[in-house]
């Protein structure tokens, strides 16, 4: 009994002192975890430059999805989300919201919004030498999984895609479900071309993708539709480097972007900045002082990328196949992912294809247009794939395709048949912004006047080239 009239005196005590303290106009309120004043600017920087390495893939990725499933004015607009939307063509350098595209595949697209019900694939046969392949990517751009020549086969399905909140079981008639950890996710078809007269066959092969809700597989009724999303409009490329808007943006995205489970503490430490899909993030709100340390953060992850770019990836020691990937091989190295989205977005996994980029020629100097070059697989030293390798040209910085008189802008494997061989039946290409002379034309792919680099594709590549047995080759200047 003297325990529990102690207690009561306590508590009505402390009753008491918050009422005081309540009442008290003068009085200081303790800043809450969640409250930026509850930060220092240095931990703001430091919070914010992990986010942005953590945002950048997501904003990115929005920033085309945005141009592809949205905005109806943009030029590269390829129609509503939940629709398979085909392109009868090859990239070109007007093709700018992804960068360093491939121009060997004519590309197909769904935007998936997933909050509602599934979506059911269909694949139609494809004949045995021809690759293809849909890429699943969720919002966080990771390759969750793959259909395709290498995976399923040319046999054709039906593959059913759930976002984060299905609960079902798998429908008759269904080959596999591919789960997203994102409401909305995207899928890429690479469709391969073997030359201009193909394209009639290329357009037949892409009108049996189909793409239907799951109620209308099943003939049942739909469910009620999710509320309409109130896109934002997005950044630019460049904006995207610099703007404290960013995380506006990133905030947008996170709203379809559930935590993975790993990722409680991390979005936690986010939000003591007001970064999360309920932060109260408003870069316009910004005091001087905040804003200079989040625009430090950003310049800090820019700063990290590119050492790691200069160090790891221009070096060779990290390869295209080390940053590109699904959840368990990637895991929380959200660098690797942040560059993957930079150099390019969308990037196959290593198994489906692997990438071998060349920024300098074979003394280490930096490509540019300003000299001649020549890139030579030796006799019985082409890339060992088993679909088709490609060497593509790309303009710097911006990392597009570019524009020259040939509408030449790769040369790959299909080509071999028209390329000259040298005398050992070796190739050499011609890489130059001016042209060899006409009897080296064929070999030639030209190039900017400024800076350039050259990226190797080899889709579905064997073991010598996943285990490094085989190694590209290196720009000679002449």
């Known amino acids: 009994m003297i325990r529990r009239i102690a207690a009561l005196i306590a508590a009505l005590a402390l009753l008491a002192a918050c009422s005081t303290e309540k009442s008290d106009d003068n009085a200081t309120p303790t800043p809450s975890p969640e409250s930026p004043s509850a930060v220092s600017l240095e931990q703001t920087r430091a919070i914010a430059k992990e986010a942005y390495i953590y945002g950048f893939p997501l904003v990115d990725n929005y920033r085309v999805m945005y141009s592809y499933f949205v905005n109806k004015e943009d030029p590269e607009y390829k129609g509503g989300w939940n629709e398979i939307h085909n392109s009868a063509q090859v990239y070109t350098p007007a093709d700018k919201a992804i960068q360093t595209p491939n121009s060997d595949t004519p590309y197909s697209a769904v935007g998936a919004d997933l909050r509602t019900e599934p979506l059911v694939l269909t694949v139609p046969p494809v004949e045995q030498d021809r690759y293809y392949s849909l890429q699943f990517i969720d919002l966080y751009t990771y390759n969750m999984a793959y259909v395709g020549s290498r995976t399923t086969g040319n046999g054709g399905g039906k593959y059913l895609l759930t976002g984060p909140n299905w609960r079902g079981v798998k429908p008759e008639g269904i080959d596999e479900v591919i789960t997203s950890d994102t409401d909305l996710a995207l899928v890429l ?14 357009k037949k092969i892409q009108a049996g993708y189909q793409v239907t809700p799951l109620s209308v597989f099943l003939n049942q009724p739909g469910p009620p539709p999710a509320p309409a999303i109130d896109f934002v409009p997005p950044l630019t490329r460049d904006q995207q480097k610099t703007s404290p808007q960013f995380f506006d943006i990133l905030n947008f995205a996170l709203k379809f972007a559930p935590p993975l489970p790993d990722e409680q503490e991390l979005r936690t430490r986010f939000a003591t900045i007001g970064i999360g899909p309920d932060g109260g993030f408003d870069a316009d709100k910004l005091t001087p002082e905040m804003r200079d340390a989040v625009e430090g953060g950003m310049a800090d992850a820019w700063q990290e990328f590119d050492t790691f770019k200069k160090e790891k990836l221009d070096t060779g020691e990290v390869t295209s196949g080390d940053i590109t990937g699904n959840r368990e091989t990637i895991g929380t190295n959200y660098l690797y992912r942040m560059a993957a989205a930079v150099v390019g977005i969308y990037g196959n996994s290593k198994d489906e294809a692997i990438y071998v980029g060349a920024f300098n020629d074979a003394t280490g100097a930096p490509l540019t247009g300003a000299n001649n070059y020549t890139y030579r697989f030796a006799k019985d030293q082409l890339p060992p794939v088993n679909a088709f390798w490609s060497l593509t040209m790309y303009e710097l910085p911006q990392s597009l395709l570019v524009e020259n008189s040939m509408k030449r802008y790769l040369i790959n494997s299909p080509m071999l048949p028209s390329l000259v061989p040298d005398p050992d039946g070796g190739y050499t290409i ?18 900017p006047k400024g800076p350039f680099q050259l990226v190797l594709r080899l889709y579905w590549p064997k073991p010598d080239a996943l285990n490094g047995v085989w190694q590209a080759p290196k720009p000679e200047k002449v």
């Open 430 to 447: 011609y890489i130059q912004n001016g042209s060899p002379g006409i009897e080296k034309e064929s070999n030639w792919l030209p190039a």
């Open 189 to 202: 078809y690479r469709t391969q071309l073997f030359g201009p007269s193909d394209i009639d066959q290329v």
